[in-house]
């Protein structure tokens, strides 16, 4: 079951945009083996959700601002620059937190927590 703070429209958007940014940034990597992880847990008190990949990592140009509209490092900001912005709302309105961190050698993961007994 779904937290009450988040509806399956927003869940959906947060794991498709995050899982799609994962599969381009693998591929950028040719050292890369091509190997996503994805974990969803309700567990405990929160939906946690974590993505990782072992693609080319964020640049650190960018890196404190990749949640802003706008942002993007797709090499062009045609239709690019909403996503993790998006999905930042998202979480945040749900009172949630997003984390980022390397993955080693390569890569990104992105940690999601939704407390499950939050309220819009």
């Given amino acids: 079951n779904l937290p009450d703070n988040i509806d ?3 869940l959906s958007a947060i ?3 995050l899982i799609d940014n994962a599969f381009e940034a693998t591929l950028k990597n040719p050292e890369s083996d091509k ?3 994805l974990l969803i847990t309700d567990a405990g008190k929160e939906l946690v959700i974590e993505i990782g ?3 080319c990592g964020i640049d ?3 890196a404190g601002t990749i949640f802003n509209r706008g942002v993007t490092s797709k090499g062009d900001d045609k239709g690019h620059g909403i996503g993790l912005y ?3 709302r998202y979480v945040t309105n749900a009172g949630g937190v ?3 961190d390397n993955a080693e050698p ?3 993961i992105f940690s999601i927590f939704i407390p499950k007994n939050g309220n819009r």
């Fill in 8 to 10: 399956d429209d927003e």
């Fill in 53 to 55: 990949d072992n693609g």
């Fill in 86 to 88: 998006l999905i930042n």
């Fill in 15 to 17: 794991i498709g945009n």
């Fill in 106 to 108: 390569k890569g990104t």
């Fill in 98 to 100: 997003i984390l980022v």
């Fill in 60 to 62: 650190p140009e960018i």
């Fill in 35 to 37: 190997v996503i992880t």
